[in-house]
């Protein structure tokens, strides 16, 4: 019985990595604009996406370690340039080229995310704690209203 070559995979792999990559690009426009339900409805799909490009890179490690060649990226390289197949070759490195493209991406991502969370913490902490010692907090730490909030007193003139 014959095994795959660990080249089968790679126009699925490129395929899905670019279907990342455009998942990613709408994050990124969601995350700037702050929109809590694209991101919901979004990421679920995302995480179908990369659930997938796991389950090929898988498959392409087990074709790559029953052809005798490392069961990673330096194996797929190792066999690409063993095998000397022009296609196999432009396939892995496109699949390369869109790999760093999504780890860019994922890295501004990733600081936009932590942008937002900072400003939510800051918020947050805003309506926690008094800005001077007379005004009380208007909510406490687990999130409650504070029992010393603003002042209910009316005055009547």
């Given at each position: 019985?014959s095994?795959?070559?660990?080249?089968?995979?790679?126009?699925?792999?490129?395929?899905?990595?670019?279907?990342?990559?455009?998942?990613?690009?709408?994050?990124?426009?969601l995350?700037?604009?702050?929109?809590?339900?694209?991101?919901?409805?979004?990421?679920?799909?995302?995480?179908?996406?990369?659930?997938?490009?796991?389950?090929?890179a898988?498959?392409?490690?087990?074709?790559?370690?029953?052809?005798?060649?490392?069961?990673?990226?330096?194996?797929?390289?190792a066999?690409?340039?063993?095998s000397?197949?022009?296609?196999?070759l432009?396939?892995w490195?496109?699949?390369?080229?869109?790999?760093?493209?999504?780890?860019?991406?994922?890295?501004?991502?990733g600081?936009?995310?932590n942008?937002?969370?900072?400003?939510?913490?800051?918020l947050?902490n805003?309506?926690?704690?008094?800005?001077?010692?007379?005004?009380?907090?208007?909510?406490g730490?687990?999130?409650q209203?504070?029992?010393?909030?603003?002042?209910k007193?009316?005055?009547?003139?």
């Open positions: 019985m095994t795959a070559s660990p080249s089968t995979t790679l126009p699925q792999e490129l395929a899905l990595i670019t279907s990342a990559l455009e998942l990613m690009t709408q994050e990124q426009q995350l700037v604009n702050a929109d809590t339900a694209g991101l919901d409805e979004l990421t679920p799909r995302k995480a179908q996406v990369v659930a997938g490009m796991a389950a090929l898988r498959q392409r490690h087990q074709s790559l370690a029953a052809a005798g060649f490392a069961a990673d990226d330096s194996g797929m390289q066999w690409v340039e063993a000397g197949a022009a296609d196999a432009s396939g490195q496109a699949l390369l080229g869109k790999t760093r493209e999504a780890k860019e991406l994922n890295r501004i991502n600081m936009l995310i942008k937002q969370l900072s400003h939510t913490q800051g947050i805003a309506m926690r704690t008094p800005t001077s010692g007379s005004e009380a907090a208007v909510y730490p687990r999130g209203a504070a029992p010393g909030g603003p002042s007193r009316y005055v009547v003139g």
